[in-house]
Nanobody, 123 residues
Framework: QVQLVESGGGLVQAGGSLRLSCVAS????????MGWFRQAPGKEREFVAG????????SYADSVKGRFTISRDNAKNTVYLQMNSLKPEDTAVYYC????????????????WGRGTQVTVSS
């Protein structure tokens, strides 16, 4: 059974930083591209960042470019999202996604979702 478990969310002031983690189990992690998405209240879920199977290729939504960094550790079955210079508009539930086809790097989600972790940025 595939599980993706996110952690690291919380309440932070504007300008602060958080690092999200997503630990995967039940799949061969290195065979999956990984992505982060977010959903704010009343809005659709949107792409935040994606990373290829090896970690050599990454992509970001324009709204987070230069502030967020996605990375992965295949030995630990974990993908990270380092979030710096946070803004109130970054407030959302952040979801991890695992994609066997690799399309998540282009913003299209794949096979499996985590349950999400709440990030709240106060002004």
């Amino acid at each position: 059974q595939v599980q993706l478990v996110e952690s690291g969310g919380g309440l932070v002031q504007a300008g602060g930083s958080l690092r999200l983690s997503c630990v995967a189990s039940g799949l061969t992690f290195s065979r999956y591209a990984m992505g982060w998405f977010r959903q704010a209240p009343g809005k659709e879920r949107e792409f935040v960042a994606g990373i290829s199977r090896s970690g050599s290729s990454t992509s970001y939504a324009d709204s987070v470019k230069g502030r967020f960094t996605i990375s992965r550790d295949n030995a630990k079955n974990t993908v990270y999202l380092q979030m710096n210079s946070l803004k109130p508009e970054d407030t959302a539930v952040y979801y991890c996604n695992a994609d066997s086809l690799g399309t998540v790097v282009a913003g299209s989600p794949g096979d499996y979702w985590g349950r999400g972790t709440q990030v709240t940025v106060s002004s």
